[in-house]
């Protein structure tokens, strides 16, 4: 594939940087794909009485470069600079390799080695430019990328969760990219693996307390999903990337979470299993001896598993990514009569 450059963004941040060199703190005047702070940012800006066009509080001036289209701010003597410039730091331009196989995203400056991973590498390649400024932006790399370089190489490739795009759970107000999920036939979440910002994340775990509506984009199709009760949630900080992975999973597919009043619990068999089927009929087992006050033995499961599937006691999930398989129990089905009938076929034995 054939680079992707962005020369014009190029020549404004290599304007910008001039300026810094000559010790200047250049503020957007809008949101421009820079990185810098904007004009909006800063706290009380009121317009200033010549030769400066706004004051910033008590703290110092703006004056607008004509030629850079920007502004550039004046600290006044002793006064302490505004929050949002406490941590401002010059900028340096780079490049970006984006390993596609992989979905990663390096960009090296100097000595500086950064990496993104999860990048949506099926995006046009002027979105993902702005996508990984933006993150570069949010972390205060002091770094932006002009340029994107492409490895197809396929190394990694056996790594990957999707062969298409990332699915995508949203709620009105925020969006996570998700490393699978599961849910049933009457379109209820039972499992959502989602990393993103920590505050998109909380208001997806919102959501999930509140019982709200929440849209799955999948195969560029959106499924309307509805809540559990109560999910358990693990967080994790991702140290390549300033986001957070989370889990959330409803306690129906837990073991010991579920109440007597059910009238399913939920099997879920992950990435991470070295033999799924084993484990599958492992958690069946152990569930069944939850849930019902007859014994149940190991040696049973496989025999009740398929009569249980045929019966329909057990039906499919719908999963996907790092959730491998998915099933949902129905508690309230008869299953003393189904361990006895096939006790009396000898299909078990005590």
């Known amino acids: 594939?054939?680079?992707?450059?962005?020369?014009?963004?190029?020549?404004?941040?290599?304007?910008?940087?001039?300026?810094?060199?000559?010790?200047?703190?250049?503020?957007?005047?809008?949101?421009?794909?820079?990185?810098?702070?904007?004009?909006?940012?800063?706290?009380?800006?009121?317009?200033?009485?010549?030769?400066?066009?706004?004051?910033?509080?008590?703290?110092?001036?703006?004056?607008?470069?004509?030629?850079?289209?920007?502004?550039?701010?004046?600290?006044?003597?002793?006064?302490?600079?505004?929050?949002?410039?406490?941590?401002?730091?010059?900028?340096?331009?780079?490049?970006?390799?984006?390993?596609?196989?992989?979905?990663?995203?390096?960009?090296?400056?100097?000595?500086?080695?950064?990496?993104?991973?999860?990048?949506?590498?099926?995006?046009?390649?002027?979105?993902?430019?702005?996508?990984?400024?933006?993150e570069l932006a949010r972390a205060n790399a002091g770094v932006i990328i002009w340029k994107i370089n492409w490895d197809e190489k396929g190394a990694g490739q056996e790594r990957l969760l999707f062969q298409g795009a990332v699915p995508r759970l949203r709620n009105g107000q925020a969006l996570v990219h998700l490393t699978g999920f599961a849910y049933d036939e009457d379109h209820t979440l039972v499992y959502a693996g989602a990393v993103g910002y920590k505050t998109s994340l909380e208001s997806i775990r919102a959501t999930l307390l509140t019982s709200k509506q929440l849209t799955l984009n999948h195969d560029q199709q959106d499924i309307y999903l509805s809540s559990l009760d109560r999910y358990e949630q693990v967080w994790q900080a991702m140290p390549e990337y300033t986001s957070h992975h989370v889990t959330y999973v409803g306690r129906q597919a837990l073991p010991g979470k579920w109440d007597p009043e059910d009238q399913f619990a939920y099997l879920l068999v992950f990435q991470t299993t070295a033999e799924p089927k084993q484990e599958m009929l492992r958690i069946f087992s152990e569930r069944l001896k939850e849930a019902l006050e007859i014994p149940v033995l190991d040696v049973w499961s496989g025999a009740l598993w398929k009569a249980a599937k045929d019966q329909g006691y057990i039906r499919d999930l719908v999963t996907v990514g790092d959730c491998l398989k998915g099933f949902r129990m129905h508690l309230k089905a008869d299953w003393q009569g189904l361990i006895t009938a096939l006790l009396k076929e000898e299909m078990i034995a005590l």
């Open 1 to 134: 594939m054939k680079p992707y450059e962005d020369t014009y963004l190029q020549k404004r941040v290599s304007a910008v940087i001039e300026r810094q060199k000559q010790g200047k703190i250049v503020i957007a005047a809008y949101e421009d794909g820079t990185g810098l702070p904007t004009r909006q940012d800063l706290p009380a800006i009121k317009a200033a009485q010549y030769p400066h066009d706004y004051a910033v509080g008590d703290c110092g001036y703006l004056n607008y470069d004509s030629q850079l289209g920007a502004y550039i701010f004046t600290q006044k003597p002793g006064a302490d600079l505004p929050k949002v410039l406490a941590h401002y730091r010059p900028l340096a331009l780079g490049e970006a390799t984006v390993r596609v196989a992989d979905r990663q995203a390096i960009i090296r400056v100097n000595d500086t080695e950064i990496t993104f991973t999860g990048v949506p590498v099926w995006e046009p390649a002027y979105n993902l430019l702005k996508e990984i400024n933006s």
